[in-house]
């Protein structure tokens, strides 16, 4: 089932159209990358999203209903804002905290999001001394209180360090896997949610360019899915893959690792190929093609 | 339906906490401040010249230094609304509806409580024959209604997060407002020509905006001591102070309920 849903959505501010008859849908139990450069529209959809923004026209349905009509809806939802707009001379607990009790929860919700976020050092400590990572992080803790259904993360590593954006990036990753929330994280940075995401939004001034699962995508424009497999003999089992029509390059990495280039189309042959290798493999995993690459294809494509 | 209501009663209790406790120190100081201010003119006036007629005359600066004490939480809300800071609140299941009762209270309420309660608190000790025989409780309707229409103005600018604007309306509202009703009602008194009929116009402008004001000044022309009078009959064709009261209060239900109307369907 569709949590979200754009229908041939326009947003103006003023003169400017941020988003231009925007049609897309993203399932539950997913998390969507929003993909775009800056000024895409990416933010413009977020709070459509969150119903802090009406649609020009078209509509945008969360949950089946507007969610600028239905302000009950945001109990289901968690959100990053793109910019840290915290009041930055108050206290993280002490924010946490108040924003828990609008939720009508308690200091035991507190405890939960400052312990999955890893704040607990940091919990006395006024948000204006924060480094940006730990703002995010904070960011990311507010948007968890209430054990949303939905996150709507806004651009979540924008203006950090590498070290810091990896860190949040691990966090999502870590949060996904052990609350399994869906999510919807936005980005310019067209590669770095490949990892954690399994369906996307292509946009690129205000025009939706192309959305789906990754898997659909790669396929569709033909971008190398790549396997990781790890084995008890990468030489036999390189021997035995490199035969197979569909496999287009194999490459080692040590100790006992390879790294299998597929053909986009032969996604589940190669899994039951993989598979029947039996006792060899002690493990695979789907790593993704590059979205860099999908995003080129795509805007490609179109122009 | 009702646990909806009461639910969101509660957004606004914990709201309001969280806006008062941003700038309460500044606002303490500030308000403290104030009312010494004022206890000093109270005893000064009683020391001098003890009396009742003096009372509607103090409140004008009560008026003035209230509006100012206002205009502590409506900047910290224009500047909510500005820095997107909103959006957080929101997101936390504050409904709009919510946060401008929230706007209210901040911007009226508060400073109301801290400002009028000491000062009537403080009249009842020095000269409690006032309060018993309910002259000056029955400028408390009055004051109400011009509280009002500044509060309602106040969240109306704040709501669209334009702080500077704030800030020069608010110099108006505190001062300049007072002081050109007092202008005004002087001109349709005793001006002629054009400065009867800029004072006139003056007068049924300023009028809605500083009601309580224009009261005090109508009523000091319209009954002056023996034996002066207004020179121009056409002073007496104004409204009279309930008229002008009504007026103003019907604005600023207009203000307020367009205030909301608008924030409902505003992108913030």
Redesign the interface.
Known sequence: MEIVEFYEVTKKYGRVEALRNASFKIPGKSVTALLGPNGAGKTTSMKLIMGFSKPTRGKVLVWGVEPWRCEDLRIRLGYLPERPIYPLDAVVEDLLFHLAKLRGLGKSEVERVIKLTGLEDYRESKIGSLSRGYIQRLGIAQSLLGEPELLVLDEPTANLDPAARREVLELLKTLYKELNVSMIISSHIIPELQEIADYAVFIDRGVILDYGSLEDLWRKYRVEPLFIIETLDPGRVAKQLVEKPFVNAIRKLPPSKLEVLIDPENYKTFEKTVSELGELVLNYEFKSANLGDLYEKITRGRG | MRRSHV?GV??IY??S??VIS?RLLAFLVVASLLNLGLIYMILLSKLSSPGTSQESIFFVFVVGLYRVLMLNYATTIAREVK???I??????????LEYVATALIAIGLLPLITQLAPYLAFLGVIEPSLLLRGETLSLVPLLLVDFTICASIYTLVASRGRDTLLVIIGVVMALLSILITLLSIFMVAYGSGILLTIGYLGSLITGILAPYTYSVAYNLYAHPPYPYQPQNPDFYTLPSPTTMSIISLTTSIFVLVATILWFK?R??
């Not at chain 2, 959006?87 to 709009?96: E, G, I, K, S």
Request: hydrophobic letters at 40%.
């Open positions: 639910a509660k957004r914990v709201f906490n969280i941003k820095s997107s800071e959006q957080l609140y929101l997101a936390h299941t504050l409904r709009r369907r992108d913030v």
